[in-house]
């Protein structure tokens, strides 16, 4: 604040004094452009520069203006959205399914980005019931490689409710493989894997868990004694 005040007080002291240097030397200045002729003063002329330098300074913010308020509603909406996002997943995580559905729309429409509150929008969907929305949801999350993870668990959670082992073996394989680390991933992906008699890729995939800390030591013992038993 004091550094400002300072700055202020400088600049205006230096206009003043040019200013009084000025009219106490005005002097005089003569134009000549395509047979005109022009007689003035030096203060005169730096005034009339100014002038037309205010002129050029509204004309360019009058036609910067729409682009400049539509940055600003956008980054208003994207604001907006992303605190919908936010506190749709909240509202998920709380057990509140009617405020998680309603922020989900909000923040759909308001970031229009489906890669990004897909998430939110296919767990709602999945909790709902509508596993077609819900695939649609998951499926456009692939798109992006920040939530691919998320929409091949996703998937591989959805083909394992519809009763499809196979597509859900292949979703989970591959959000394994991307980097998808929860518990619930990891224990799908081993039933997955003994189901289909893979017994030495689930021995290989229970010591990949342990190591990421999604089993313990005894459960990842106990997961590799069933894989070695089959």
Partial sequence: ???R???FVVTTALVVAVAVAL???PGEVTIHWEGWRVDTTVPVLLLALLALLAVLKTVVLLLTAPGRLVHRVGDWRKRRGFRALSDGMAALAAGNRRLARKLSGRAGRLLHDPALTGVLAARVAEIDGDQALAETRLRALLDRPETAAAGLEGLARLMAAKGDET???DFARRAFAAGASTPELSALLFGALIRAGSW???ELMAEQAKRRGLMSAEEAGRAKAAALLG
């Fill in 1 to 3: 604040m004091i550094r």
């Fill in 5 to 7: 005040l300072l700055i």
């Fill in 23 to 25: 009219a106490d030397r």
């Fill in 167 to 169: 597509a859900a073996l």
């Fill in 200 to 202: 030495a890729e689930a």
